[in-house]
């Protein structure tokens, strides 16, 4: 095992060169990411490889690649968009609170490529039938890897991506462009907005209603993750709901700061 202190020059180095802070990741995690750079780039130590980096500036993007990788899909926890769509939808477009509501927002923190959002927005779509506009619907997916992001904006994914949506809902919102490749629709384009963002570093959406925050959490340290729920219960309106993932629970102050509004899924309310 390599020593911390080497580490942490290394998760310095980065800070240094990308501004993203990564010394409130589990250590373990790190390690076994870092361990792969080490492998392919022949290095046997970290001061070696902070020295390959300095030498070598596209490493750095596949490091920062590699730290940040995403595994997701659409439908990804079957269950829990069912629950999505049967439980929360319902209370977010209710008659009463339309009135009263000229704009639904929603976050997606950790968004990978944007499978999770447009989920989402399929589920409302479903729901809304043909009044999609009523009222206005603005989903935010933000995540650090910037490559992520560019694919999110692109909209093209692969026909494995799709294994657990529900059937005629990919032709629905998709189009295929051959070889398995399918690219969103652009209908559905004006209420998705994804950007980069550090959610550790940077203020979060404002005024939301519905936040995913799902297997993000397994990557941070405790306090890292008591501070992500503060930043979540200022970002959430009054009634406002919290989705985990189905590992992460609540820590902290946060635990009072919301109820249970559905625990086998992780779902909260905001009090």
């Given amino acids: 095992m390599e020593n911390y202190e ?17 010394s409130q990741y589990r250590e373990q995690l790190i390690q076994r990411r870092v361990a792969t750079r080490l492998r392919v780039t022949k290095c046997h130590s970290y001061p070696e490889y902070i020295n390959f980096l300095k030498h070598h500036r596209p490493e750095m993007d596949t490091l920062l690649d590699t ?33 009263k509501k000229e704009i639904v927002r929603i976050w997606s923190c950790g968004c990978s490529g944007g499978q999770e959002a447009t989920t989402v927005l399929v589920l409302i779509s479903e729901y809304l039938k043909q009044d999609i506009n009523k009222p206005r619907i603005l989903i935010y997916g933000t ?23 529900p059937a005629g809902l990919k032709e629905k919102y998709f189009l295929s ?9 652009k209908e559905l384009n004006p209420f998705l907005y994804f950007r980069e963002q550090d959610v550790v570093r940077s203020e979060p959406v404002k005024n939301v209603d519905l936040i995913l925050c799902r297997n993000l959490f397994i990557y941070f ?11 979540f219960y200022r970002a959430l309106n009054k009634g406002g709901f919290l989705v985990l993932g189905l590992t992460e629970s609540l820590w902290g102050d946060s635990a009072k700061r919301f109820t249970e509004f559905d625990r086998d899924n992780r779902m909260y309310v905001k009090v």
Wanted: aromatic share 10%; net charge negative; glycine share 2%.
């Fill in 177 to 185: 462009l051959g070889n398995r490749r399918f690219e969103r629709k």
């Fill in 67 to 99: 730290l940040t990788i995403n595994v997701t899909q659409f439908y990804r926890d079957p269950r829990v968009f069912q629950a999505i769509a049967e439980k929360i939808i319902p209370r977010l477009f209710a008659d009463e609170v339309i009135e």
């Fill in 6 to 22: 080497d580490l942490k020059l290394l998760l310095n180095e980065v800070f240094k060169e990308r501004h993203i802070d990564f």
């Fill in 221 to 231: 340290k405790r306090e890292l993750q008591v501070q992500c729920l503060e930043k």
């Fill in 143 to 165: 995540d650090i890897d910037k490559l992520s992001i560019k694919k999110a904006n692109e909209g093209i994914y692969e026909e494995y991506e799709f294994k657990d949506l």
